[in-house]
């Protein structure tokens, strides 16, 4: 939001210079981007008149020009302007005046007396570029017939009058206007508020245009009114130009400046049309399927497409009979756009549903200052006070009659009673409050309030669609209690060091870990796609987790595994040559709660577990001389997490995933003393994805669960025994089809006293034909480590336990001794 500082000051006049006014706005939240004077810093230009202007003698673009300046003489200037005449009056900058540097950074320009093909010139005749006032170098700046000779240009075009750039936060619509910005500072320094004043018009003609609202979840109000007999070709005064180019607005027309200068001062924007080009009534309704509008830039759009999630999105519009003439709140068609032969106007103003106008104009590549406002809440009661002080300003500056306004309500918000408690206000801000004071805020916005003891039971005006909750009256009594005035107090609390807990392990000792074992970090958004959620986790329709407004279609949906992004990265670095990679992540995932559910039986909860994530590709260890090169596998990674989540162990079981190489994969399972816990899955993957991704070689993938592998529980300790150990073999033959795992949790099952751990150490698988074993038989070795902490182990005891182990493997597994 951009304007002059003499623009504001008509309305409400604090007691305060301009610093000290832009640093008050900014401490109440509306931030002072930018301020500085109209035109940059110069001196010794003064209004000066052309008295004659020769041709130079020796240049055919030059001209010799008797200037009187107010100082009792002549002065002779050569001027190359094509504009330069004897009998306009035009800025002159005397001899030893400094005029602004051509480019940023650069050094002031220095008037002297020198001469031009021969001639003498005494100064120099300016041009607006050249003042700092715009781009315009064609010509000297002419300046009205009635600016005083002698006077000093920055005195008579007020240029040192300061332009103000504040940058608003989204909730603070109210403040897109200068009478919303004048009320802030009024409350602020208490100063009176002015608002504009006009003669309403009388309606002199009885026409209207019937209209039409089909959609009241588009517009919520809607008023026109019809003027006849204007003229388009009319001056704006200057006073409006001005103020509309200190805004950042360039004068078009009279039109069409005066329905900008209502928007920039009220807040409300409005639209202008050519009557006598709208063919029969006007329909307020969403757009069809197939319909296009050129707008006023020129730019041909259809008007129902896709946004950027790839959704249907409609977009609402203002139609004749024929078609659309006007996309709804954004912007005008050009079909109807007034112009030089306009006679006859309809002008509208309307209150459009924010739902309805966000993110239509961003579907259509380019933004508005109209639906910049509308997106963020237009004050609905103020529609037609607009609408009247519109017509005002057409009928002085370009005559014409009115017709009565044609206001039709139909779907207005209704601004609900929010409740402030001042124990919750002074313990939110921190400081000692009384109702009083809370009292005292509220006046000074201007909102209805009444007091039930300790609580403040608050109605917001209209125009304040950020005051919803508790928290946002809260804000408004700190930002006009003073940001500033809030005591800056440290925090009082003892300085000690965190106890690390003992039994948890670190989730940075895990990154170190990984980090060691060759694996980089990497970092993804919780969102990804649909089509890697739909390959990867293999997730029904019901079960995804969708983004219902997405930033892009590849974060559309939330990611219940960190695979899709680690092969997304993995991608990424083997398009730029990459070819041995090692990646991890940790990070959450996002699955649905089904133990939380609506009343209608929908699953309304969320389930957020954290994960950490890998895959290995390429080589399992970097190209060297003293290895043959292979390609990493299951059990490479598998040894990196053991090392990875020692002192802890797992193991293994075959199983298949969605994602991973049937033959090739496998659920991850805790040991935690007698029980297994289900942590994760490793393996390959899938040969379809691999091919999916366009990947030369299938990556080793794996993903745990993070919280159990931080859990280390306690030490306990365990005196060493004075008795040795004892190791016996035990080799046995099974069918190939029986898992190695079956027949150790067959031994631990037994539960001999004397047994401390049992290892796989061989398997044995023989060649067809070459063998005592059938094909389909392998024989598996197991290494038996015996102790007694209280006495040395005596064979019978040892023979004992051997062959009970043994009768376990022989009835639960089918196996024999080999």
Known sequence: MQFSESWLRQYVNPSLDSDALGHAMTMAGLEVEEQHSVAPAFTKIVIAQILSAE??????????????????????IVCGAPNARAGIKIPCAMVGAE???AEAGGKPFMIKVGKLRGV???????????????????????????????????????????????????????????????????????????APKWNTPVASIDDKRKVKVENKELCGRFAGRVIRGVNPQAK?????????????????????????????????????????????????????????????????????????AGKMQEAGVVADQKGPVALAGIMGG?????????????????????????GRARRFNFST??????????????????????????????????????????????????????ARAEKVIGIPLTNEIIADVFKRLGFEFKQESDVFVVTPPSYRFDIEIEEDLIEEVARMYGFENIPDLPPVASLKMSAKAEAKRGIHLLRQRLALQGYQEAVNFGFTDLESEHRLAGAKEQDLIKVLNPIANQYAVMRSNLWGGLLSNLKANLNRGAGRVRLFETGRVFKRDASV??????????????????????SFVPEQWANATRPVDFFDVKGDLERVIDPLHFITESAQHTALHPGRSAKVFLIAGKNRIEVGWIGELHPGLQQAYELPQAPVLFELDLEPIRNLGLPVPEELSKFPAVQRDLAVVVKQSVPAQSLLDAMVATKQNFVRTIELFDEFKPKLGSSSMA????????????????????????????????????????????
């Open 55 to 76: 041709q130079h003698p020796d240049a055919d673009r030059l001209r010799v020009c008797k200037v009187d300046a107010g100082t009792g003489q002549e002065l002779q």
């Open 99 to 101: 005029l602004p540097p």
């Open 120 to 194: 003498e010139s005494q100064g120099m005749l300016c041009s607006g570029r050249e003042l700092g006032l715009g781009d315009d170098h064609e010509g000297i700046l002419e300046l009205p017939a009635d600016a005083p000779i002698g006077e000093d240009i920055r005195k008579y075009l007020d240029l040192d009058d300061q332009v103000f750039v504040i940058k608003l936060t989204p909730n603070k619509a109210d403040c897109l206007s200068l009478m919303g910005v004048a009320r802030e500072i009024s409350a602020i320094t208490g100063a009176a508020l002015c």
């Open 236 to 308: 704006t005064p200057d006073w409006i130009v001005k103020r509309l180019s200190r805004a950042g607005q360039r004068s078009i027309s009279a039109l069409v400046d005066l329905s900008n200068y209502v928007m920039l001062e009220m807040g409300q924007p409005t639209h202008v049309f050519d009557i006598d080009k709208l063919e029969g009534d006007i329909t307020v309704r969403w757009a069809k399927a197939g319909e296009t509008l050129e707008l006023l830039n020129g730019q041909t759009v259809t008007l129902l497409g896709p946004d950027s």
């Open 334 to 358: 050009n079909h109807c756009a007034v112009s030089d032969d306009t006679k006859n106007i309809y002008v509208e103003a309307a209150y459009w549903l924010p739902s309805a106008i966000q």
């Open 369 to 422: 200052d109209a639906a910049h406002r509308f997106e963020r809440g237009v004050d609905p009661q103020n529609t037609v006070h607009c609408l009247e002080y519109l017509t005002a300003l057409i009928l002085e500056v370009c005559g014409g009659q009115a017709g009565p306004i044609d206001d039709q309500v139909l779907n207005v918000p209704e601004r609900k009673v929010v409740k402030m408690r001042l």
């Open 597 to 618: 559910q609506e009343a209608d039986g929908k699953v309304a909860g969320f389930h957020q577990p954290q994960k950490i994530g890998g895959l290995a590709y390429g």
């Open 775 to 818: 094909d389909d038989e392998k024989s598996l070795a197991f290494r038996v480590t015996l102790l007694n902490p209280q006495e040395t182990l005596q064979d019978p005891q040892i023979d004992a336990v051997m062959a009970a182990l043994l009768g376990a493997l022989e009835k639960n597994c089918a196996a024999r001794l080999r």
